[in-house]
């Protein structure tokens, strides 16, 4: 085996990449200007850049670049569309529709949005982690004003009915919210398709700089409202003040223009990988279960054409991988298997010692959910990469079971 250790773990973050450090480092040094600077060449270099990269995260997403609001990452970007929103609308309703297996940060804010006098509905999940567009609407009342449902789930990579539940939400009048953290880079997201009047991104969830991220604002059909969360300068069309993260942002916008134009060999590429390590398992190992979606075959996938068709069909993200492992504990395996980065659950809330909320709304006992991992398929993994943790898995797994005092540890 050549290089360890294996990260595996490209759902809490990607490394950076180096043609995306090349398109940052002109702004960490030489051109340095605010991009509010509008008085000399310095700015103007700055507030050009920060366009380009407004324009190539819009064209990802199927945006309008004015629709492109820059923010220092997702939770920013989710705390600044929902608590936006509710306040923007309150006159209008205090109602707000959400669902258990969105990530904390979502369950977080309409928490703290309900102290502040909204009525939060959360709705249960289907056992394979999506939300049922019809129970959606079964839960709009009069006093609805914003909906949020994430598009593909951060732990078992379950792909929500996005669409429909847009089609929901506008025939109602409603305004619609979605995670796209996840999404960005795996499957083809289109805001107009999905329907979606705000989305939310991180751009170190696709090989981009830590500490910046983006939300998209429809501004026509509707035009959405937002109060600001932040006061000072009234940079970002007055919805997010603060001085622009240049580099941050150029490195956003180079890592969505990489996205765009590698979209296609990187999704076979995830996929292709994802279905060898699950093969290696599952032929390899009785008594474990796979959480979320199915997992589809290389052979049906390719009968829808291209990539692009094929990201509309799947109902779980090409690079994900959640498995239970009955008799362990995974934090014992993951202690095994040092030489290999992986997860029991998000990387958010991997301090807390409960089990995974994802995998309690799906029915998951506590058991079999502290006995899980999840793996994340990235670009740079290989073949032998993964042919080498399924080998080790095997023999962990196996090992830690033959070990009676395991299975009853606590």
């Given at each position: 085996?050549?290089?360890?250790?294996?990260?595996?773990?490209?759902?809490?973050?990607?490394?950076?990449?180096?043609?995306?450090?090349?398109?940052?480092?002109?702004?960490?040094?030489?051109?340095?200007?605010?991009?509010?600077?509008?008085?000399?060449?310095?700015?103007?270099?700055?507030?050009?850049?920060?366009?380009?990269?407004?324009?190539?995260?819009?064209?990802?997403?199927?945006?309008?670049?004015?629709?492109?609001?820059?923010?220092?990452?997702?939770?920013?970007?989710?705390?600044?569309?929902?608590?936006?929103?509710?306040?923007?609308?309150?006159?209008?309703?205090?109602?707000?529709?959400?669902?258990?297996?969105?990530?904390?940060?979502?369950?977080?804010?309409?928490?703290?949005?309900?102290?502040?006098?909204?009525?939060?509905?959360?709705?249960?999940?289907?056992?394979?982690?999506?939300?049922?567009?019809?129970?959606?609407?079964?839960?709009?009342?009069?006093?609805?004003?914003?909906?949020?449902?994430?598009?593909?789930?951060?732990?078992?990579?379950?792909?929500?009915?996005?669409?429909?539940?847009?089609?929901?939400?506008?025939?109602?009048?409603?305004?619609?919210?979605?995670?796209?953290?996840?999404?960005?880079?795996?499957?083809?997201?289109?805001?107009?398709?999905?329907?979606?009047?705000?989305?939310?991104?991180?751009?170190?969830?696709?090989?981009?700089?830590?500490?910046?991220?983006?939300?998209?604002?429809?501004?026509?059909?509707?035009?959405?409202?937002?109060?600001?969360?932040?006061?000072?300068?009234?940079?970002?069309?007055?919805?997010?003040?603060?001085?622009?993260?240049?580099?941050?942002?150029?490195?956003?916008?180079?890592?969505?223009?990489?996205?765009?134009?590698?979209?296609?060999?990187?999704?076979?590429?995830?996929?292709?990988?994802?279905?060898?390590?699950?093969?290696?398992?599952?032929?390899?190992?009785?008594?474990?279960?796979?959480?979320?979606?199915?997992?589809?075959?290389?052979?049906?996938?390719?009968?829808?054409?291209?990539?692009?068709?094929?990201?509309?069909?799947?109902?779980?993200l090409p690079n994900n991988l959640n498995i239970s492992f009955e008799q362990t504990k995974s934090e014992s395996i993951m202690i095994a298997m040092k030489e290999v980065a992986m997860s029991s659950g998000s990387a958010c809330t991997s301090a807390l010692p409960e089990p995974s909320h994802v995998l309690r709304a799906i029915g998951i006992s506590d058991e079999l959910a502290k006995a899980s991992l999840r793996f994340g398929i990235g670009r740079t993994n290989t073949l032998e990469e993964i042919e080498f943790v399924g080998r080790r898995l095997v023999d962990v797994v196996?090992?830690?079971?033959?070990?009676?005092?395991?299975?009853?540890?606590?």
């Open positions: 085996m050549g290089h360890l250790p294996i990260y595996l773990d490209h759902h809490a973050t990607t490394p950076l990449d180096k043609r995306v450090l090349d398109a940052m480092m002109p702004y960490l040094t030489d051109r340095f200007g605010n991009a509010a600077s509008l008085n000399h060449v310095f700015g103007w270099q700055a507030e050009e850049a920060v366009e380009l990269a407004r324009a190539d995260v819009a064209e990802l997403i199927g945006a309008d670049k004015k629709e492109i609001i820059f923010t220092g990452g997702a939770t920013e970007s989710i705390n600044l569309a929902l608590k936006g929103v509710a306040e923007a609308y309150a006159s209008k309703g205090n109602h707000i529709i959400t669902n258990a297996a969105e990530h904390r940060c979502v369950l977080d804010s309409c928490k703290h949005l309900e102290k502040s006098g909204f009525e939060i509905t959360v709705l249960p999940v289907r056992n394979d982690g999506t939300v049922d567009p019809e129970q959606v609407r079964s839960a709009i009342t009069d006093r609805t004003i914003l909906i949020s449902v994430m598009m593909a789930n951060n732990e078992i990579g379950s792909i929500s009915p996005i669409q429909k539940i847009g089609e929901v939400a506008r025939e109602k009048n409603i305004l619609f919210h979605s995670d796209i953290v996840q999404a960005v880079g795996k499957i083809r997201v289109d805001v107009n398709e999905l329907n979606l009047d705000l989305a939310s991104i991180s751009a170190h969830k696709f090989y981009g700089p830590k500490g910046v991220g983006a939300l998209f604002v429809r501004q026509k059909n509707p035009r959405v409202k937002l109060v600001a969360q932040m006061d000072g300068g009234g940079h970002e069309k007055e919805m997010r003040s603060g001085t622009l993260n240049v580099p941050g942002i150029v490195g956003l916008g180079k890592a969505a223009l990489l996205c765009k134009s590698e979209f296609d060999s990187n999704f076979w590429h995830y996929f292709n990988l994802r279905n060898k390590l699950y093969e290696a398992v599952v032929t390899q190992l009785d008594s474990i279960h796979v959480n979320g979606p199915e997992i589809e075959t290389l052979e049906a996938l390719r009968k829808a054409g291209t990539a692009n068709e094929a990201s509309k069909r799947i109902k779980r196996t090992k830690l079971r033959s070990e009676p005092q395991h299975v009853h540890s606590s």
